[in-house]
């Protein structure tokens, strides 16, 4: 039943491929056709079996529109043979750095009876499949490892000659094979023991046999130089005559991709259940566990980088050990999750990235890879773009990711005209504090005083023009550079203006909320809008943290460099690293002014419980940054952070900060 499965699969897979050969077929032919009327015309009229006074005129006529023609196919031809297709970013592993990988993968080839894989690279992603990487402009096999060579001299940081990368990649010439490439997702190599990875990678081991039917590659190479020259037609940086004739290449293989569309979506899925049945009698009671392991893989690895990487990420580092991470990651879900504690036990078996001969180094390429596709760093490492342990990583991360946090908090109160909180009960502090945070946002906004916690409205211009607006508005609001270091204390009372004003309105207090959106020409989330009608000054506050970020990242220097791991700047895909179109993959969308809010009202408390309380800075795998007290993760800090933020009661959060001994009037220092 297998084997009628597999060649039910692989019938329809060809047959489909034939629909797609006959399109290409028919627009040659519809190029001939001016060539072939024309031959027809000058050798009838040459014979004298057509003739007549118009037929010289019609023969000259078709002659020229022939030529036309051929030289636009010939054009067209020459874009599709020539446009590169587009290449998944991975990290190349050669098979002397891998000697077990390659063994096992060819082992498996020979059970499924299917050609072996021609190589192996990993990617940093939760998935496998094959690749086709025949096309000339790709480079032959040793380019790749060149390339992958000195992407980990840049990642080790070490030059010269004693720099190996990642061991055996070699340099020798050969001839680019015509077996696809074997991706696996990294992921999988850590976290997988061997026999599983040998499960879950038998279905995909399996397409090369379907892969290596002529008509079937003739098809795949049609569609993917049709799309690769689609790409080429769509680069906006051309002038205006290339875009003219590239308009026209980009129509005509449109036209053809949509006519060859269905028919090769179909191919491939006959190409796929080909290799599913085939890969049935190959481990199928493993490959049952497998599988589960592999949705267990992706839970982890997504929470590994929206929870742990990305903060370090934004902060200019980049873990170095992703992969391992991972393992931790899941290994601490099967401690809290009674549903996966038969996981644990698979962890005294071999895993499977034994199976390399250098395993942290390559983790290392494919963490740097991952930063890149998931965040947009650079592809080298550098002054403001260094790897972190998992050791230093809360020291190095986590506190000066709260800190910054709590200084850019600051400097927003400090354009706002938030002063410090009077309280006669302890003496005048210098320096930023908890409280002046607490007291803004707690504070209810008909009861605001001129001098009271809140400054008046800021008095822009001089003489008898001046006007009123409130902080946070007016002309001059993007030339208004905030005082970074702490505040010296309260301010001095302004010069009375000839006109009292009781106190800013709450619409004034709201309106920097708008503006701030408005500047950055995005529409305001209904979230804040909700926010902005709860609390006048919790908007304005959101508000200006997002404009703050905004600023900072428009102020941070361009990302300019080259890309690592084989890929190279040229062809159609020369977009997929283009700096601007980075990241490729983003992780999560935009923070809200909310979520922005929450976030640095969050690591102000846990720099006051650090400098007041001795609290520590910590890593949970699961959850990412935490507040470490007397050895125990703070879990119960975002419902009382929420509460002051999104309702203004900030009884929940002094009662945890009296419960754990927080002054939140003393100062804390900041980065």
Known sequence: MTGMGVEVGAQAARSRALAVLRIRSRALAVALLPAAVAVVLLVGGSTGHIAGGSWGAVSWIMSVLAVLVLLVAAGIALVVARARPAVSPTVPIAEESAPDLYRMVRDLADRLDVPAPSAIALTPDCDSWLEDRTHPAHGPPEREARDAREALEGVRGIGGAGTRGIRGLSSRPRRAPSAPVLVIGSPFLWWMRVGELRAVLAPVVAGTGPSAHPDIAAARRFVRGLDAAVAVASEPTRGPLSRTVLGGVGWVTRLLLRSCRGHAAEMERGVATAAAERAQAVDYGLRIVAQEQVGLAYAGWDRLLTRVALPAWRMGRWPS???????????????????????????????????????????????????????????????????????????????RKWRTDAARLHRVLDTLGVRLPANPAVPEVDGPTLARVIDHLSAPPEKCEEGEGEQGPVALGEGPDETLVAPGQGPDEDQMAPDPGPVPGPHPDPQPHPHPHPGPEPAALAAPSRGAYEKMAMAEDEDDADLARGNERTAALAAGLTAELAREEAAAPAVTSAPAGGTEQQGPDRALWDDGMLPLFPLQPPRTGRELLADHVTAMVCCAAMDTAGALPGLDWLDGPSLLVAGERAADLGPRVLALVETGDPAPLRDWLRHLGVRPEKPVRLV
């Open 321 to 399: 050990r992703l992969d391992v991470g991972v393992v931790a990651a899941l290994t601490e879900l099967s401690r809290r999750d009674r549903l996966a504690e038969g996981f644990a036990s698979r962890l005294g078996e071999r895993p499977a990235c034994d199976l390399l001969e250098e395993p942290g180094t390559v983790d290392e390429a494919a963490s740097l890879l991952a930063a890149r596709l998931f965040h947009g760093g650079p592809a080298e490492p550098g002054p403001h773009w260094a790897p972190v342990d998992w050791q230093d990583y809360p020291d190095e991360v986590v506190d």
